[in-house]
């Protein structure tokens, strides 16, 4: 099986996402409702990362507007690199794959223009963990719910976490009210993203990724409901896990 095809990857989904191109980056275009969730998402990996890894694991001494410097992570199913760019410019050392080589073309192209160093390489994560790699952090934000297989892709993605480091991903529970908010509001009566992006049966309760983590040795450490003010036009994280969350798991040292 080649690097960016895998029992993980779905067809329908790769050619849905690399349609995009540069529309990735376009803050009103078919991404806009995740360069709003983006600034929620970041400060939550920001503060979980620096609490988790103190300054004395680190090579170089950490400064205010570079709190992730030292960090080894790694953006699993980056697509154009909403996620990967903000964390390299807090100073981690970004790895960012996605078996979608368009997707990856125009994060490269979207990164030269900022002069951001990321890695930026057009495979799955199964050929990741089979390349024996090791990260502080894999995250995997919003990308569980595109999967075909999620049982590869947590395998996989367990394998690149180093001992005392962490996997977080963010994804949607699978309730009636993902169904009524994400499904009906944010694609058929908002339009937010375009109808048909997501399936709910591949939505994804907390405890279908915690549990899976655990058996293979990852052990959980945090969990955070994130929702959205309509009057204030912005994300805020919160208990309520019933429609996006994010979860993170770490493997003992």
């Not at 409702?33 to 609490?51: F, M, Q």
């Not at 569980?144 to 963010?170: C, I, K, T």
């Amino acid at each position: 099986m080649s690097e960016n095809r895998s029992a993980s990857t779905d067809p329908e989904e790769l050619a849905r996402f690399a349609r995009l191109g540069d529309k990735w980056w376009d803050l009103k275009g078919p991404q806009a409702a995740l360069h709003k969730l983006n600034p929620t998402r970041i400060g939550y990996l920001r503060n979980l990362l620096c609490a988790h890894f103190p300054d004395s694991d680190k090579p170089r001494q950490r400064n205010a507007e570079q709190p992730l410097t030292g960090l080894k992570i790694v953006d699993l199913g980056c697509g154009g690199g909403l996620l990967a760019e903000p964390l390299a410019q807090l100073g981690a050392q970004v790895t960012a794959i996605d078996p979608a080589e368009e997707n990856i073309l125009a994060a490269r192209r979207h990164a030269e223009l900022g002069g951001l160093a990321i890695d930026y390489r057009p495979v799955t994560v199964e050929a990741l963990a089979q390349a024996n790699e090791k990260f502080d952090a894999v995250l995997a934000m919003e990308v569980l719910e595109h999967v075909a297989d999620v049982d590869s892709f947590l395998n996989a993605a367990a394998a690149l976490v180093r001992p005392g480091g962490l996997f977080v991903g963010a994804t949607l529970n699978r309730t009636l009210k993902s169904y009524a908010l994400a499904i009906v509001g944010a694609e058929y009566v908002l339009r937010w993203v375009e109808p048909g992006t997501h399936d709910w049966k591949k939505f994804l309760r907390p405890n279908e990724i915690a549990r899976p983590l655990e058996k293979i040795g990852l052990k959980e450490i945090d969990r955070s409901g994130m929702v959205y003010n309509p009057l204030a036009d912005q994300w805020r994280l919160s208990g309520d896990m019933d429609v996006n969350y994010m979860i993170a798991l770490e493997r003992p040292a």
